[in-house]
């Protein structure tokens, strides 16, 4: 995998969002559909990820976790998701997990 530079770093936005409402894709066996609540600034946005192996809709209900916010939306049933889950991957173990919070910051922060 290549180098980027700070610059390149730099324009990606990473924020803390909470998940306020989660539900299986009913027409996917790998999707979930997510009401992202990012704060005042940013509001809530949809977020459709595949992460359905590792993680039930029950599981995300109110977690805080890190997001892509600057991502250029896509369109997902029929619907534009518009910012990305971060998460971390074992592929060898098949075992993923989400960047959870250590404290209570509120929706809406910046991560750097």
Do not use: C
């Amino acid at each position: 995998m290549g180098q980027i530079s700070y610059d390149d770093f730099a324009k990606v936005e990473f924020r803390i969002g909470e998940i306020v409402e989660a539900k299986n894709v009913e027409e996917s066996d790998k999707l979930i559909k997510m009401i992202v609540d990012f704060g005042e600034e940013l509001g809530q946005k949809i977020v459709y990820s595949g992460i359905r192996h590792w993680y039930s809709p029950t599981d995300l209900l109110n977690k805080k976790t890190i997001f892509v916010v600057n991502i250029i939306p896509k369109k997902i049933m029929g619907e534009e998701s518009g910012a990305m889950i971060f998460a971390a991957e074992d592929e060898a173990n098949d075992k993923l997990s989400i960047l959870e919070i250590e404290k209570d910051l509120p929706s809406g922060t910046k991560v750097f």
